[in-house]
């Protein structure tokens, strides 16, 4: 069964997407658990993060420094926070969080975010990166 995040790689369901190459996909979570609250997924169906094979595994990260780092000049935060959970959705994905503090990371803070608030983040967000 294809995944949602398989969806939205083939442009089937709509995202924000902030940088993207053959491999991975970066874009705002639409149930954020904080304000620029983004997702790094591989285009390869993967259920579990650590099945990933090493090369695709330390690409991933690799993918998602600048993301991180465009969040962190484009969202007020201390740091932005790694997390690897993987129950929501069956494929491997990493969330990046802007954070202050570790407790930020935290899933029952996750609330629909206003689509119109998703599109300007995004576009702060691609600017930072340089992808416009």
Same mark, same amino acid.
């Given at each position: 069964?294809?995944?949602?995040?398989?969806?939205?790689?083939?442009?089937?369901?709509? !995202?924000?997407? $902030?940088? %993207?190459?053959?491999? @991975?996909?970066? @874009?705002?979570?639409?149930?954020?658990?904080?304000?620029?609250?983004?997702?790094?997924?591989?285009?390869? #169906?993967?259920?579990? @993060? @650590? +099945?990933?094979? /090493? %090369?695709?595994?330390? #690409?991933?990260? &690799?993918? *998602?420094?600048?993301?991180?780092?465009?969040? %962190?000049?484009?969202?007020? !935060?201390?740091?932005?926070?790694?997390? &690897?959970?993987?129950? +929501?959705?069956?494929? *491997?994905?990493?969330?990046?969080?802007?954070?202050?503090? &570790?407790?930020?990371? /935290?899933?029952?803070?996750?609330? *629909?975010?206003?689509? *119109?608030?998703?599109? /300007?983040?995004?576009? $702060?967000?691609?600017? +930072?990166?340089?992808?416009?």
């Amino acid at each position: 069964m294809t995944t949602i995040f398989s969806r939205i790689i083939h442009g089937e369901i709509p !995202c924000h997407r $902030l940088a %993207e190459d053959d491999r @991975f996909l970066a @874009f705002l979570d639409v149930r954020p658990i904080a304000r620029g609250h983004a997702l790094v997924i591989p285009k390869v #169906e993967i259920d579990h @993060f @650590f +099945e990933m094979g /090493n %090369e695709l595994l330390s #690409e991933i990260m &690799v993918f *998602a420094r600048p993301v991180a780092q465009a969040l %962190e000049r484009g969202v007020p !935060c201390r740091k932005v926070g790694l997390m &690897v959970a993987g129950l +929501e959705v069956p494929h *491997a994905h990493l969330h990046l969080v802007p954070i202050q503090e &570790v407790t930020d990371l /935290n899933f029952a803070n996750a609330a *629909a975010a206003d689509p *119109a608030e998703l599109a /300007n983040l995004a576009e $702060l967000i691609r600017q +930072e990166l340089g992808t416009r």
